[in-house]
């Protein structure tokens, strides 16, 4: 719940900050991936797209945002607006029979307690700021983290004749 929780809430501030505020992408993403099996593990994705020369400018901003979180809790509003949403969801997915399967299921399989699955209006109402902070000191480390950055064909082309020309000098 709280990966979940913090890359939500993660995904509003960076794309009101990335895409409202800088101009720097149409679309930015934050994604997480749990698994239970064949061990519990988690990776969290920050993914969007930009013009190649504005890749540092952008991904120190993300950085900056992140470590941000982590220093201090973010604006009440990311909490308030994610755990609305949480709610929203819940009340639509309790119509819903493939749902209450998953649920089963995923009680089943981790073992947890069908009962605490339905508390979850509960759960929603525990975040906060400082959970979301407190999220970020835990999941969001510098020693795991990799950065991946795909540059255009063309550019990466042009790099590659570059660095031939200048070794053949």
Known sequence: YRIQSLASALEMQLTKTIREEFGGTYSIGVFPHLSLDPHADYRIIVQYSCDPERVDELTGRVKEIVTSWQAAPPEDRYAADIAATQNRSLSE?????????????????????????????ELYASLT?????????????DTQYAEVVLYPDSLADADFDNSEEESSE
């Not at 299921?105 to 508390?119: H, K, R, W």
């Not at 700021?129 to 999220?135: A, I, Q, T, V």
């Open 93 to 121: 997915n309790l119509e819903r029979n493939d749902w209450w399967l998953g649920q089963m299921s995923f009680a089943i399989v981790t073992g947890t307690d069908p009962e605490v699955l339905m508390n979850r209006r």
């Open 129 to 141: 700021p400082e959970l979301l902070s407190e999220s970020a000191r835990t999941y969001l480390l």
